[in-house]
């Protein structure tokens, strides 16, 4: 995959920032993986690029805010998200419906172990929004949820840079 040179300089002047802010670009919709940018995070630290503690307080407040984003457009415009056309293509009726039942049966418990999926992320966090979960008890299940996706996905980039380059 090759990486914009704009942004990359924008990493490379600025790494923690910068880490930040591609995490809260892709999820308001630009092309740019979660899961690419936590690999990158481990990555770094294991060139000694960024530090440990920086780069994980850098991507786990960008996991929260995109999260959080998420929830608050789907907390915001309620079952209407699907009939915009901009959000039409994250979610249909048919999928917040199947996602609303499985909330329904499982609770918090499938917000905490659906952030691991990849795909399932978004459509989770607006249907939260959509389904009225309270702010709080969302930000805490997200927190835990990206507390395990963080460290897995930053292992493997670590693991990748120490031991694959």
């Not at 490379?12 to 993986?33: A, D, K, N, R, T």
Request: charged residues 15%; proline residues 5%; positive net charge.
């Amino acid at each position: 995959m090759d990486i914009n040179p704009e942004i990359a300089r924008i990493v490379e002047s600025f790494p923690y920032p910068g880490l930040f802010m591609l995490l809260i670009f892709g999820s308001i919709g630009f092309p740019v993986p979660e899961d690419a940018v936590l690999l990158l995070c481990g990555y770094l630290i294991s060139r000694n690029i960024i530090s440990p503690i920086p780069g994980f307080v850098a991507v786990y407040s960008g996991l929260l805010v995109g999260d959080f984003l998420i929830y608050s457009i789907g907390r915001k415009y309620g079952r209407e998200i699907v009939n915009h056309k901009r959000f039409h293509r994250i979610i249909s009726p048919e999928r917040l419906s199947k996602i609303e039942r499985k909330f329904a049966r499982f609770g918090t418990l499938f917000l905490l172990f659906g952030r691991q999926i990849w795909g399932l992320r978004a459509n989770l966090f607006l249907t939260a929004g959509v389904m009225g979960m309270p702010g709080r008890t969302f930000i805490i299940t997200a927190a835990a949820a990206a507390i395990l996706t963080m460290s897995l996905v930053v292992s493997a980039g670590y693991a990748g840079g120490r031991y694959l380059f």
